[in-house]
């Protein structure tokens, strides 16, 4: 059945780089695309990024100088990557399927020195 | 981008009732291809959002037929009949017409 997970480090440093994964199973990165979806405590959804199945992206406006997102269609992975953090990306970040019909459980991401 | 605006930002609600939550855009999601990407969610505590209303009116796979999505252009609703404790949650409101995508702020449905 469709499955993603989600994984990284729960506590960054402030400035750092953030390097997360999404690690799919029952479906090709070559035939549906995923997305990135970060909630701040107690906040709204916010989309941070997506990568279609051709491979390209999209990211958030807002924070677009900061984002790199990419895949590794052979271990079925997205990674998602967000440089110079700072204590507003503390936050629950998820990845979906690109139709949203599947998402992952989250990853809790802490900035904090 | 685009920006999805919803009312109210909580919905107190009596078991049985019905409840209605708005969603408007800054502008026209009506896609190229005539399609309108507009789409509901349900985020229970301590879950991942579901997806119960896509391309404005269509239900998920599973979602009750008490859940109905309507609207066009600027302008959508979902409405709640019959709400059951299993409802109770944040509605977000999503379009994914226009890059990039954008989320509504929430709807917080709870019980009065």
């Known amino acids: 059945q469709v499955q993603l997970k989600e994984s990284g480090p729960g506590l960054v440093q402030p400035s750092r780089t953030l390097s997360l994964t999404c690690t799919v199973s029952?479906?090709?990165?070559?035939?549906?695309?995923v997305s990135w979806v970060r909630q701040p405590p107690g906040k709204g959804l916010e989309w941070i990024a997506a990568?279609?199945?051709?491979?390209?992206?999209d990211y958030n406006s807002a924070l677009k100088s900061r984002l790199s997102i990419s895949r590794d269609t052979s271990k079925s992975q997205v990674l998602l990557k967000m440089n110079s953090l700072q204590t507003e990306d503390t936050a629950m970040y998820f990845c979906?399927?690109?139709?949203?019909?599947?998402w992952g459980q989250g990853v809790m991401v802490t900035v904090s020195s | 981008d685009v920006v999805l605006t919803q009312t109210p930002v909580a919905q107190p609600v009596t078991l049985g009732d019905q409840a209605s939550i708005s969603c408007r855009s800054s502008?026209?999601?009506?896609?190229?291809?005539?399609?309108?990407?507009l789409e509901w969610y349900l985020q229970k505590p301590g879950q991942s959002p579901q997806l119960l209303i896509y391309?404005?009116?269509n239900r998920f796979s599973g979602v009750p037929d008490r859940f109905i999505g309507s609207g066009s252009g600027s302008d959508f609703t979902l409405k709640i009949s019959r709400v059951e404790p299993e409802d109770l949650g944040v509605y977000y409101c999503?379009?994914?017409?226009?890059?990039?995508?954008?989320f509504g702020a929430g709807t917080k449905l709870e019980l009065k």
């Open positions: 979906a399927r690109r139709d949203y019909a599947y």
């Open positions: 029952g479906f090709s990165l070559t035939s549906y695309g």
């Open positions: 990568i279609w199945s051709g491979g390209s992206t």
């Open positions: 502008q026209s999601l009506v896609h190229s291809n005539g399609n309108t990407y």
């Open positions: 391309k404005v009116s």
């Open positions: 999503f379009q994914a017409t226009h890059d990039p995508d954008t």
